[in-house]
């Protein structure tokens, strides 16, 4: 009987103490999850910045097309950073509960790379 006893004492206490392990959670400081995404879209966009004066200065086009399949590559790199990191950083906030109006459903549309041509 008493066997019994330590069992069922078991079963019923065992889901009480491991509901800790389960379904955890992270909270984060809303001033130090604020500053960390204003940190990762300063950096990101200033290095798309960098990378477009890199572009026009040393990248040719031809006919609205980069003569360098590198050109092409690096404009298209900036141009989605500079257009998209904006927008997710946004949303990251949104998601977070820290921003009030939801931004737009779609992403907005990252320009041709034709539009950094020198």
Known sequence: MRKLWVA????VAFPLLT???CNKQVVRDKAVYEAE????EQ????TADAL?????????????????ETCEK????????????????????YNAGLLKDRPPQEPPE??????LCP
């Open 37 to 40: 995404l204003n940190f990762w």
């Open 19 to 21: 509901a800790g392990t």
């Open 74 to 93: 690096a404009a298209k790199k900036a141009l989605v950073v500079k257009t998209r990191v904006p927008y997710h950083h946004q949303m990251a906030l």
């Open 43 to 46: 950096t990101s966009v200033q």
């Open 8 to 11: 069922l004492a078991l079963v």
């Open 110 to 115: 990252v320009p041709a790379t034709s539009t």
């Open 52 to 68: 477009t004066e890199f572009v026009k200065m040393h990248c040719t086009c031809d006919a609205g097309k980069f003569a360098t």
